[in-house]
């Protein structure tokens, strides 16, 4: 096997720039190493991942494996997260979707697979507690390795995901993590989009990634297709002069005996101001995922989100083992009751009539791709919510990033969330179900959405009752469908 990549081969990168990666890679790798020697054990803690990843790139015909230990990685680009090749930086073309627009123009950077691969060291310290690997995107589809071992298989662009390593890892020792990444679009799967022209795909890991270690008794991550977490707040009752919060809560025991879990959750102002606390205790079985209900009791005269107003509170839930606090999760707030008038073709929020102006927004910047930072989605959101005074966006054609969402909360935009189905093409229909439940499990709490998406332009969106299943409380929307 040739440890040189195709793209190597074919682009020769300058020494300096190898000798600079490596030097960074070694001090980066022994920094961690250190951190993670001196670190206190803690219940749970959440790091970026985004450091000290080694990328090469391969076409379709290279059918080598390159999920184990015993890979020459030594002349691989050294990169950070997020990243995509389908840029300048690998590509060596100045925009290579003019020049290339679809496989069919041009197969090479279509019908690869982009490799990651990282080193990194978990403190035996750890080895009773539950570690997981939280991805915000990759796109499109990928397989993730984890020292030889497949760990699982993730299809789709847009959406969040995670892989339970916990068994996997090797505590003490060094630990090699490969993402093997297609950006197919007439892919096996059917996974949708699948045609060019409306928008670009950048392959690649390109938003972050993040390593979670949690105690055994944990909130299960917010966003998966195959099972329930997270929290999802809703407000059954709300006007102008009082409020009532429900909450529900997934909590999952680990451990080999059941565990009597006590959950506290509060709700809390931008102020700090603790509006209400309500408790609740279970016995949970082992490998069992409970489900906790929660209701307060009455909040008078809640301060109503709006575009005007945009006030968000917050739910702060606590998990207990005992009197010990071992895991806790916060999500967004807002007070506001919404319908569409089909006489007037208009949205009533709060009771009034809102005038909808505003724009679709894509997550494309130039040399950059998609993987761009925070501070890029921030200016952007910020020139469409106050340089050109809109209070909608349409975050066409898919699910993008948390960080998107959680400034329209508190910036007042109103969103329509979408999944990725566009053209007339026969996409998976497994594969959509997983789409929108990822997209609605994911975002559910964020008083700024008031739309799902299942579709646009297309004859095959997603089924609006797929929605409906995991939320009654939006607006469905599609469009020539």
């Known amino acids: 096997m040739s440890s040189m990549s195709p793209v190597t081969a074919a682009r020769s990168r300058s020494l300096f720039v190898f000798l600079l990666g490596a030097v960074l890679l070694l001090f980066g790798a022994g920094k961690a190493v250190g951190m993670e020697k001196n670190r206190t054990v803690k219940t749970g803690f959440a790091l970026p991942f985004n450091e000290n990843w080694k990328f090469s790139y391969f076409p379709e015909e290279d059918k080598a494996d390159y999920s184990g230990y015993a890979i020459s990685d030594s002349l691989w680009q050294v990169i950070s997260v997020p990243h995509t090749w389908s840029t300048y930086e690998t590509t060596g073309e100045l925009h290579p979707f003019i020049k290339s627009p679809s496989e069919k123009d041009d197969p090479y950077w279509w019908n690869g697979r982009g490799i990651y691969r990282k080193s990194f060291l978990i ?188 006030y968000v509170y917050s739910v702060l839930t606590e998990v207990f083992n005992g009197v010990k606090l071992v895991d806790q999760y916060t999500s967004p707030l807002g007070f506001r009751w919404f319908s569409w008038d089909y006489k007037k073709n208009r949205l009533i929020l709060n009771g009034n009539e809102i005038h909808i102006h505003g724009t679709n927004r894509h997550q494309e910047y130039p040399w950059l791709g998609d993987a761009i930072p925070k501070w890029i989605h921030k200016m952007d959101l910020e ?54 439940v990822e997209m609605i499990r994911r975002d559910r709490n964020h008083p700024s959405i008031l739309f799902w998406s299942m579709g646009n332009e297309t004859n095959d969106a997603a089924d609006s009752e797929w929605a409906i299943k995991e939320d009654t409380t939006r607006i469905i929307h599609a469009r020539h469908v």
């Open 123 to 310: 403190s035996k310290a750890y080895k009773d507690k539950k570690v997981f690997l939280e991805f915000d995107a990759v796109m499109k589809n990928c397989r993730v390795f984890l020292n030889g071992k497949h760990l699982g298989d993730h299809l789709g662009g847009f959406n969040s995901f995670y892989f339970d390593i916990s068994e996997y890892v090797d505590f003490g020792n060094s630990n090699w993590l490969t993402v093997e990444v297609s950006n197919r679009r007439d892919d096996e799967f059917k996974v949708p989009p699948m045609t060019a022209g409306n928008w670009n795909l950048y392959g690649g890991i390109y938003r972050d990634v993040r390593l979670v270690v949690k105690d055994r008794l944990y909130i299960p991550f917010q966003g998966s297709y195959r099972h329930e977490g997270g929290t999802f707040v809703t407000t059954p009752k709300v006007n102008s002069e009082e409020a009532i919060v429900q909450v529900k809560t997934y909590v999952k025991n680990e451990y080999n005996k059941a565990v009597n879990c006590r959950i506290a959750t509060t709700i809390v102002t931008p102020e700090g101001e603790k509006l209400q606390r309500m408790e609740q205790s279970r016995l949970i079985n082992p490998d069992e995922t409970a489900e906790f209900g929660q209701m307060s009791n009455q909040i008078v005269k809640p301060k109503l989100w709006s575009p005007e107003t945009p």
């Open 383 to 436: 020139d469409i919510r106050f340089n050109l005074s809109h209070n909608f966006i349409r975050t066409c054609h898919y699910t993008q990033d948390k960080y998107v969402y959680d400034w329209c909360d508190r910036n007042g935009l109103i969103v329509c969330e979408e999944v990725p189905n566009i053209k007339s093409v026969d996409f998976s229909e497994e594969v959509q179900q997983q789409q929108v």
